[in-house]
C-alpha cells in the first residue's frame, strides 16, 4: 500500500507560480515513475509531466513545456512540480500517481490539491 500526499495548491494571478509536492509514504519506495495529472471542471483528466524515478527522464504535455518543471527527491520520496508563468487555463485540481513496476499501469492517486489562477 502507498499513500500520497499532495500540496501546494492556492490561488494565484496569472503569470505567478506555485509549486506542488506529491509525499509517498507506506513502504519501501522505488517507483518505475511519478505523474502529474490534472482535471479542470467539466473535463477529463490530462497528463501534465511524468519522471522516471531511477533515471529521472521527463516528460511534459505541450501545453506545459518551458513552464513547468518536474523534480524528484529521492531520498524523501517526493516528487514536485514547479509552475511558473501560470495562466487561467491551467486551473484545474491536480493529482500525483505512481507507476510501481511498469511504465503501463498507475497503481495509486493522491486525492488531490486545487490550483486556481485568476486573470
Known amino acids: 500500500q502507498v499513500q500520497l500526499v499532495e500540496s501546494g495548491g492556492g490561488l494565484v494571478q496569472a503569470g505567478g507560480s506555485l509549486r506542488l509536492s506529491c509525499a509517498a509514504s507506506?513502504?519501501?519506495?522505488?517507483?518505475?515513475?511519478m505523474d502529474w495529472f490534472r482535471q479542470a471542471p467539466g473535463k477529463e483528466r490530462e497528463f501534465v509531466a511524468s519522471?522516471?524515478?531511477?533515471?529521472?527522464?521527463?516528460y511534459y504535455t505541450d501545453s506545459v513545456k518551458g513552464r513547468f518543471t518536474i523534480s524528484r527527491d529521492n531520498a524523501k520520496n517526493t516528487v514536485y512540480l514547479q509552475m511558473n508563468s501560470l495562466k487561467p487555463e491551467d486551473t484545474a485540481t491536480y493529482y500525483c500517481?505512481?507507476?510501481?513496476?511498469?511504465?503501463?499501469?498507475?497503481?495509486?492517486w493522491g486525492q488531490g490539491t486545487q490550483v486556481t489562477v485568476s486573470s
Open positions: 500517481a505512481v507507476r510501481l513496476y511498469t511504465a503501463f499501469n498507475r497503481d495509486y
Open positions: 507506506g513502504r519501501t519506495f522505488s517507483p518505475y515513475a
Open positions: 519522471i522516471t524515478w531511477s533515471g529521472g527522464i521527463k
